[in-house]
Nanobody
Framework: VQLQASGGGLVQAGGSLRLSCAASRRTVGNNVMGWFRQAPGKEREFVASISWNGGRTDYADSVKGRFTISRDNAKNTVNLQLSSLKPEDTALYYC???????????????WGQGTLVTVSS
């Protein structure tokens, strides 16, 4: 499975961005899709995930209430709406597939290339 992320860019604090991830096909595992991010000098961290049918979503505490994850299974896409962005949201955002666990213990079987989000103050 190949994951192609897009939508990153430069935005001012308080602004919004929409990230998209297109999968070449449905994953063969649990089909939990989502996003991680890695800021300069920091470890990669879990951001958000969504179950195969969209019935469950999970978010990192740092983005709850500001980011919204969604998916369109007919198109094999996963989106992340970023709102009320802060400079500390600046990072390389990675699309991920077949995510296991959430939070610090989250891992994934499939990874896309990162898309850079830069938030200026």
């Amino acid at each position: 499975v190949q994951l192609q992320a897009s939508g990153g860019g430069l935005v001012q604090a308080g602004g919004s961005l929409r990230l998209s991830c297109a999968a070449s096909r449905r994953t063969v595992g649990n089909n939990v899709m989502g996003w991680f991010r890695q800021a300069p000098g920091k470890e990669r961290e879990f951001v958000a995930s969504i179950s195969w049918n969209g019935g469950r979503t999970d978010y990192a505490d740092s983005v709850k209430g500001r980011f919204t994850i969604s998916r369109d299974n007919a198109k094999n896409t996963v989106n992340l709406q970023l709102s009320s962005l802060k400079p500390e949201d600046t990072a390389l955002y990675y699309c991920a597939g077949d995510i296991h666990n959430i939070g610090r213990s989250a891992t994934a079987d499939y990874w896309g290339q990162g898309t850079l989000v830069t938030v200026s103050s």
